[in-house]
């Protein structure tokens, strides 16, 4: 399974994006996606994840801004995210996993499909 994602952007402080992440085929319900964002300098952290379609997950630093959703029809998952911030600046990322259990949901280690990263950048 290939993963694109898309969506973003440059945008102010406040503002909002939404990620796209399209998977290359239809996947089961058992398909776990997960965000991660990487920033200059730092480890790749999670951000939100998507547990074989059905239970959600997200970091506390995002927790009450962004949400996780998918469109079935569409082979997509998106990543809705408002009250955007300057450190919210980085490189993101969709990742995939068909095997995943969920106490590793948030753990990059525990997917075995990855999407090229799309760039969010937030000024203040």
């Known amino acids: 399974v290939q993963l694109q994602a898309c969506g973003g952007g440059l945008v102010q402080a406040g503002g909002s994006l939404r990620l796209s992440c399209t998977k290359s085929e239809r996947t089961g319900s058992g398909y776990t996606v997960g965000w991660f964002r990487q920033a200059p300098g730092k480890e790749r952290e999670f951000v939100a994840g998507l547990f074989r379609g059905a239970n959600t997950a997200y970091s506390d630093s995002v927790k009450g801004r962004f949400t996780i959703s998918r469109d079935n029809a569409k082979n997509t998952v998106y990543l809705q995210m408002n009250s955007l911030k300057p450190e919210d600046t980085a490189v993101y990322y969709c990742?995939?996993?068909?095997?995943?259990?969920?106490?590793?949901?948030?753990?990059?280690?525990?997917?075995?499909?990855w999407g090229q990263g799309t760039q969010v950048t937030v000024s203040s």
């Open positions: 990742a995939g996993s068909n095997t995943i259990i969920w106490s590793n949901t948030r753990n990059p280690k525990g997917y075995n499909y």
